[in-house]
């Protein structure tokens, strides 16, 4: 069965974030039936306070991509993009694609003795 990704709504911060068919397959896997209720910043705010990190060492930044508020564990130095997770994860995957068509392409190039 083929999931859709859902949009739900943060019950700490009222941001919408989406539950992708991704982390859906996740549950299911896990056999968790209940949605995520907070978004993942949220998430991982509750996960520093339940390990007793300080939360104070989250920093608040905007996603390079779509400018949408998120939380990373770190302080960023500024040289470098910082991503949301649906952003993230997007260009991971998008990253995976183009990397298996280089792939694909060096292996015509070796078989056809180019290389």
């Given at each position: 069965m083929e999931?859709?990704?859902k949009q739900l709504k943060c019950t700490e911060c009222q941001v919408e974030f989406v539950f992708s068919s991704g982390e859906q397959e996740f549950f299911r896997s896990r056999?968790?039936?209940n949605v995520p209720k907070r978004c993942p910043s949220c998430r991982l705010t509750v996960?520093?306070?339940r390990c007793g990190r300080d939360v104070e060492q989250l920093s608040d930044v905007q996603c390079a991509?779509?400018?949408k508020p998120t939380?990373?564990?770190?302080k960023p130095k500024?040289?470098?993009p910082i991503y949301c997770n649906d952003c993230l994860a997007h260009r991971k995957s998008s990253s995976f694609q183009l990397g298996?068509?280089?792939a694909e392409?060096?292996?015509l190039l070796v078989t056809a003795g180019c290389a």
């Open positions: 999931l859709a990704d056999n968790l039936t996960r520093f306070a991509d779509c400018a939380k990373v564990p770190f500024g040289y470098r298996s068509e280089i392409h060096a292996n």
